[in-house]
Each structure stands twice: as structure tokens, then as C-alpha cells.
């Protein structure tokens, strides 16, 4: 059988209790779906919720108009694509909601990469929260609403 697209890249790996990951994935079609004030909140209000998190923690994060970028532990004795599953899921069902909406919010599949001990996990938070300076929505990291990050 032959294991093609989002699918191809998730063969071999495996989710890890504890280990640090930096995942990116984007909205249906990559549509600007948080130029939406009411969309952005919700979103962002979503990731944060416990309900959501159940024990993972979130370490830095920016939600840009049409993807996110999520910089979190894996906590929880569960699969990265669960947690994954149950963002995706959450905000959707939340967004759709609130704008009176229905549809696929997200697009299938994400990227993920485990942190290496090696790596500068500070330098990963940077360039998650430096996405809005990169992409010239802002002049300041100040000046853009959609993050956080657990160092403040």
C-alpha cells in the first residue's frame, strides 16, 4: 500500500511523554480567517482552555491570519495527532459558533518537530513569536495581540 502526503510524513514517528514540539498548520484553503477579530479570540481562548490543554502545557504561541504556530510540551500520556485532533476540533466547532459559520475551519495534516536537547527552546519561541515581524503585519511584537509565550 502505497502512504502518500500528510500521511507519508507521519510515518516512523512516534509521540514522546514530555517532549518539547513546534507544530505550524494552517486554516482550510488558507483562507485569513483571524483578520476576524471574534475569530482570533476565540481561537486563542480555545488553545488556552484546560479543557483543551488536559495537562499538556503550552509554551509560546502565535496565531497569524491564517495559520498557528504552537510551541508545547506533551505532558499527557496521549499522541501529539490527538492533541493536535482535539485543537483543531475545539476551535472549529467554537469559531463556527461565534461567526454563525459552518465548515472546515482547518486544513488536514500539520507540521511537527520534537525540540532536540541541543536546540535553544528560547530561540524557537523567538522565531514563533517573531512570525507577525517576519510576514509585516507589525513594526513590534507589541503591537500584535495573537501570541503569548510562558516566559513573560
Known sequence: MLISGHNA???GRYSQEN?????T???YLRQPVFIDFTAARTVCNTINAPGTLKGNELLA?????DHIHLLFQLKAQEKI???IRRIKSSSSLMVNRRLGRSGKLWASG???HAIRNDENL???ARYIVANPLRSGICS???QYPYWNAKWL
Open 9 to 11: 510524513l507521519r510515518k
Open 19 to 23: 517532549q518539547i514540539y513546534h507544530v
Open 25 to 27: 498548520f494552517t486554516t
Open 61 to 65: 504561541w502565535t496565531l497569524m491570519p
Open 81 to 83: 495527532s490527538d492533541f
Open 110 to 112: 500539520y507540521y511537527d
Open 122 to 124: 528560547l530561540a524557537v
Open 140 to 142: 513590534k511584537v507589541a
